[in-house]
């Protein structure tokens, strides 16, 4: 495994163990207007401050671009990620996916815990798509079992997202322990809901809103969401009030709607 990206903790996060962690989800959209008419990251940082999450998975999210950095404003001399994470999030970890001649980007987790380690799975299959599973460790105060944490983006094709859904089975079973709360999210991209029962059955995960609810979530597109791309799965961890955030001010931050929840430890 890796070891994390971090900036110094805080003291407030030397406290007593926390009973749940809140956690988000949000496909960046590499800080790009839906359409990619404007850049609009800095206001998408301020409106994910403003959820106050412990966890954020976040998925298209930009390392480096050399030519946007000369040519867009406001473009900041970080990457993306970090830029995110500022001061709220003291440790997060990238996961590069896609890498083109200009630049590259990928999946990213922002955490107020420690990451003692993380390690970035390749799931692409073939042609242009690259995807990939960010799995982080995160120690909290007062627990002796860490909690295990994968920011997953699955691909567009049925047929890869049946070879990714099985991998990440395989990661769990491997690298994840039996009694360590674990919490999956991000982008499945599975409209066809068909991951439910592959994770159920392979790696005994449930998701929140299914549980909560009947049914994922709807978070594509974010202006008028249809399809359940978005997803939080939990093993050996309950969950609360998971909500998909209004489309105001979020339908015009990204192409598709962030989940919160709260993950009872």
């Known amino acids: 495994m ?4 971090t900036s110094p903790l805080p003291e407030a996060a030397v406290a007593a163990a926390p ?3 809140k956690v988000m989800t949000v496909n960046t959209h590499k800080g790009f207007t839906a359409l990619n008419r404007r850049f609009i990251l800095p206001e998408l940082r301020d409106a994910v401050r403003t959820v106050g999450a412990d966890v954020v998975f976040l998925q298209e999210v930009m390392g480096t671009h050399t030519r946007h950095s000369r040519t867009v404003n406001n473009w900041p001399e970080a990457p993306h990620y970090e830029f995110l994470a500022d001061t709220m999030w003291p ?4 996961g590069r996916n ?19 380690h993380f390690r970035n799975h390749d799931v692409s299959v073939s042609g242009p798509e690259k995807r990939g599973l960010l799995h982080c460790v995160l120690r909290l105060p007062g627990r002796t079992v860490d909690v295990h944490a994968i920011c997953a983006h699955l691909g567009l094709a049925e047929a890869h997202r049946q070879q990714q859904l099985e991998l990440l089975c395989h990661i769990v079973r491997d690298e994840v322990p039996a009694d360590a709360p674990l919490i999956v999210a991000g ?9 439910h029962d592959v994770l159920a059955e392979g790696a005994s995960l449930r998701e929140v809103f ?10 594509f597109p974010a202006r008028l969401p249809l399809l359940p791309l978005d997803r939080i799965y939990v093993r050996n961890a309950g969950a609360h009030a998971p909500v998909v ?7 015009h931050l990204s192409d598709h709607a962030p989940l919160v929840a709260d993950i009872d430890l």
């Open 2 to 5: 890796s070891s994390p990206i």
């Open 19 to 21: 009973a749940s962690l």
């Open 91 to 94: 440790q997060f970890a990238y």
């Open 98 to 116: 896609a890498v083109y001649p200009k630049g590259h980007h990928g999946n990213a987790v922002l955490s107020k815990f420690p990451i003692v």
């Open 187 to 195: 982008d499945f991209n599975d409209w066809r809901a068909r991951a």
């Open 210 to 219: 299914v549980h909560a609810h009947g049914r994922a979530a709807r978070t």
């Open 245 to 251: 955030l209004p489309r105001r001010p979020w339908s």
